[in-house]
């Protein structure tokens, strides 16, 4: 079965300080790769999704870049965070026209 | 108009009360739909899976969909304190590479 592992559950950053958030999946190959952010209280907001290794979809250009080094596994980063940045970062997976399969997800505080 | 309206509550029901779940769409070409479970502080969990119009039913929940209406529904009988949590709806298209959610709705079951 397939599995999705999303790392750090929580973080806490200064502003102005680098981010990275890292997501893998399991038991699947060449998977549709997904990141969402959800602000308190909101829906969720689609940032980057990815068709394949290199292959990157920006959908809110912002303070954020996503990369996709290996097949399985997608990364979220920043240079510099901002306050706004806060919040509930969440990596999903889907293949050939299944539902998305959703990560435990990383809380962000930027102080 | 945005592409999927959900309202977003909240619904407080008591213990044992049939709930009704909906959302509406706007795009014709979407196939696929979806409901989501969201604890807090947790990532979406994967409810229930259409394909195109009719019912479907698992356990206690059963989804709808009227394409004609751009309608979708998600029914929980005998609800339980255990359900009370963000219900998402979201929905795609063959071949899209990106999913619609509603903005959630977020229920509360009374004991």
């Excluded at chain 2, 994967?46 to 751009?70: C, H, I, P, W």
């Excluded at chain 2, 929980?76 to 709806?89: E, H, W």
Aim: net charge positive.
């Amino acid at each position: 079965s397939q599995t999705i592992h999303q790392w750090p559950a929580t973080l806490v950053q200064p502003v102005g300080s680098p981010l990275s958030l890292e997501c893998t999946v399991e038991g699947t190959s060449n998977p549709n790769l997904y990141w969402y952010r959800q602000a308190a209280g909101r829906g969720l907001q689609l940032l980057f999704y990815s068709v394949g290794i290199g292959q990157i979809s920006s959908e809110v250009p912002q303070n954020l870049s996503a990369s996709r080094p290996q097949d399985r596994q997608f990364i979220l980063s920043s240079k510099k965070l901002l306050l706004s940045d806060s919040g509930f970062y969440l990596c999903a997976w889907t293949k050939n026209n299944s539902p998305l399969h959703f990560g435990n997800g990383t809380r962000l505080t930027v102080t | 108009q945005k592409e999927v309206e959900q309202d977003p509550g909240p619904l407080s029901v008591p213990e044992g009360a049939i709930v009704s779940l909906n959302c509406t769409y706007s795009n014709s070409a979407f196939q696929y739909f979806m409901w989501y479970r969201q604890y807090s502080r947790k990532g979406p969990e994967l409810l229930m899976y259409t394909y195109s119009s009719g019912n479907k039913e698992d356990g206690r929940f059963t989804a709808q969909v009227d394409k004609s209406s751009k309608y979708i529904s998600l029914f929980i009988r005998d609800s339980q304190p255990s359900d009370s949590a963000t219900y998402l709806c979201a929905m795609s298209a063959p071949n899209f590479n990106k999913f619609y959610f509603g903005s959630g709705t977020k229920l509360n079951v009374k004991p």
